[in-house]
């Protein structure tokens, strides 16, 4: 067959059927099968699509991979490990501010201003509901946090952690606040703001008064629910079961198998 005779037949398959779309035509997606997430590749023409009959996928969010530790006298304590949240950490913080400003604003809700005339507030630590002696950072930061918010709103706030001298240490700095004192309140029209929270498992409840000094008035209160984020709980951190030091003995394998030598402790008796 002559070369004029092929190239009149191509031209007339091509006027007939039209020009062929192979090239123009979107290629089928490439389809993972049987992977979790994170190992599905980060491309345009790779789609993930579960395969039940395959592998069984499942997608693990916020997995906890702590370990059991002993706590030096006889128990067991669950050290919590890098749990991964998806809410960033800086979104966390900015929500622990937002609900000591929604506690401010329920203190100070259809309160009457005259009794700030000749009073001034007086923000004190928060404390556990359990444990009056016992705070922590997330105890002392709503204090800190409802000093500002008093002062933003116009509210009377006084500084009574004022020390009388400025200290200053070499390579450190100058200091003023302590906690080394004990304040007499003077007016007793003060108005104190005291509080308690209390802990459970993904949530901080937190109650706040205000007290008037001169006879323990409540004279408002509020309450609200913080959720144990990242940043809560490790404000809250201090005030739960620490590590301590304990001693375990090690001796040779011929030792402790041999209960002659061994004493009531290392045979696990319970001693009185």
Known sequence: MSNAFRSVGIALLVIMVGVPQVWAEEQPPQKVYGAVESMVPESADATYQEDTSLTSVTTVVNYDNGVMLPDGTGGMLWRKGNVQSDIPAVDNAREVKLKVRELADQLLTDLDWEIFKNASILPVTFVEQDDFERSSAFGRYITEALIYEFNQRNVPVKEYRIGNEIKGRKGEGEFMLTRNHRT???????????????????????????????????????????????????????????????????????????ANDLTAIDLGEDLH
Do not use: C, H
């Open 184 to 258: 007499y309140v003077k007016n007793r029209q003060s108005l104190a703001i005291v509080g308690t929270y209390y802990q459970v498992k993904g949530n901080v409840f937190v109650n706040a008064r205000m007290v008037r000094v001169s006879d323990n008035a409540v004279l408002r209160t509020a309450q609200l629910v913080f959720r144990q984020t990242d940043v809560v709980r490790r404000m809250l951190a201090d005030t739960g079961p620490k590590l301590s030091s304990g001693y375990v003995s090690m001796r040779d394998f011929e030792t402790m198998t041999r």
